[in-house]
T-cell receptor, first 110, second 112 residues
């Protein structure tokens, strides 16, 4: 079993939809949670960074962490075609090594 | 622009050769990570350095090695290259081991 599981998609939604992206994990030592966006063949771009459980909002993006369920989510409101990319979750604990999910490919259609 | 600089952007080399990839972290960042991403694959962690010391090791092949220098830049050395080593190699940096990491734009390695 992988430490971090993420549905690879692809996920196709119409413009303006609310997108929900999720990851589950098995390592209870993870405390730091991140979401990255990666356009094709480009470096991953940090979108959200959260510590422990709770919600964090930044513009159209909301990150949620539920440590009791070992489940994290990223919500994108009012999705745009420019949001079409691969979204990667990442997490770390005391070992300080970032562990990534495999990424979910999102396509926002007109 | 993340502030992390990787050179070269593209590299084409023959099997059996050796190459060196370079990473300059963001100003003030002490930790450097190296990742490999093959076509349509996820990010595979190779190795992490913190302030010159190796901090964590992933599935890094024995043919690969890395180091972080006193000025905090890092180099990833790949030797006896095989066709399967063709991939994007990313470097990321962070303030410390537990803070968010920022990625460079990667080096695209093609082994022919």
């Amino acid at each position: 079993q992988k430490e971090v599981e993420q549905d690879p998609g692809p996920l196709s939604v119409p413009e303006g939809a609310i997108v929900s992206l999720n990851c589950t994990y098995s390592n209870s030592a993870f405390q730091y949670f991140m979401w990255y966006r990666q356009y094709s063949r480009k470096g991953p771009e940090l979108l959200m960074y959260t510590y422990s459980s709770g919600n964090k909002e930044d513009g159209r993006f909301t990150a949620q962490v539920d440590k009791s369920s070992k489940y994290i989510s990223l919500f994108i409101r009012d999705s745009q075609p420019s949001d079409s990319a691969t979204y990667l979750c990442a997490m770390s604990g005391t070992a300080s090594k970032l562990t990534f999910g495999t990424g979910t490919r999102l396509q926002v259609t007109l | 622009d993340s502030g992390v600089t990787q050179t070269p952007k593209h590299l084409i080399t023959a099997t059996g050769q050796r190459v060196t990839l370079r990473c300059s972290p963001r100003s003030g960042d002490l930790s450097v990570y190296w990742y490999q991403q093959s076509l349509d694959q996820g990010l595979q962690f190779l190795i992490q350095y913190y302030n010159g010391e190796e901090r964590a090791k992933g599935n890094i092949l024995e043919r690969f090695s890395a180091q972080q220098f006193p000025d905090l830049h890092s180099e990833l050395n790949l030797s006896s290259l095989e066709l399967g080593d063709s991939a994007l190699y990313f470097c990321a940096s962070s303030r410390g081991g537990y803070s968010e990491a920022f990625f460079g734009q990667g080096t695209r390695l093609t082994v022919v």
